[in-house]
C-alpha cells in the first residue's frame, strides 16, 4: 500500500458557482480559482499524486496555462486516475473532509460521493466524505472560504508484480 495526503483551500468569490466534490451546490458564492475551484476535487488529486510520487497538482496542471482555464476539476481527476493507472496502482480507498462554516452540505455528500467513486472506479463504501465547520474560527470559519483534506490509500501489488 502507498498513502497518501491532501490539502487544499480556496477563497469565496461572487458570480461563480459553487462546485464541490464534482457536484454543483447552491450558495451565494462559489470559489474563486483558475479551475472551477473544486477544492475537495483538489484535495484528492493532491492526495493521489502524493501517494504515487509524482508532485502535486499544480505542477500536472499549471494555473499560468489556459488549457485549464475553468476546467471541470472531475476531467482533472481522472487524469490522475489514469496516470496512476499507467504505473499498474489502483485506489483501495480515499477518506475526505470538508471544511465549511456555510454552505451546509449534509444534503449533497452522498451525490459527492457517487461522483468520486465513479471518478475512482471504486464502489461508493471506499469513498468516504465528511463535512465540518470549524466553529466560526479561523479563515473557514468567518466564511472567507473553504478548506478540504483528503487522505487516499493506493494498491501497489500489480506494480509491485511488475517490477
Ligand atoms: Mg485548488
Do not use: W
Amino acid at each position: 500500500m502507498l498513502i497518501g495526503q491532501g490539502i487544499d483551500a480556496h477563497r469565496f468569490a461572487p458570480h461563480r458557482r459553487l462546485i464541490l466534490g464534482g457536484i454543483e451546490v447552491p450558495h451565494p458564492l462559489g470559489l474563486e480559482a483558475h479551475s472551477d475551484g473544486d477544492v475537495v476535487l483538489h484535495a484528492l488529486c493532491d492526495a493521489l499524486l502524493g501517494a504515487a510520487g509524482l508532485g502535486d497538482i499544480g505542477h500536472h496542471f499549471p494555473d499560468s496555462d489556459d488549457a485549464f482555464k475553468d476546467i471541470d476539476s472531475r476531467v482533472l481527476l481522472r487524469r490522475v486516475v489514469q496516470a496512476l493507472a499507467e504505473r499498474d496502482l489502483r485506489v483501495h480507498n480515499a477518506d475526505l473532509t470538508v471544511v465549511a462554516q456555510a454552505p451546509k452540505l449534509a444534503a449533497y455528500i452522498d451525490a459527492m460521493r457517487e461522483c468520486i467513486a465513479a471518478d475512482l472506479d471504486l464502489p461508493g463504501a471506499r469513498v468516504n466524505i465528511k463535512a465540518t465547520t470549524s466553529e466560526r474560527m479561523g479563515f473557514t470559519g468567518r466564511g472567507e472560504g473553504i478548506a478540504a483534506f483528503a487522505v487516499v490509500l493506493l494498491d501497489d501489488s500489480e506494480a509491485a508484480i511488475a517490477l
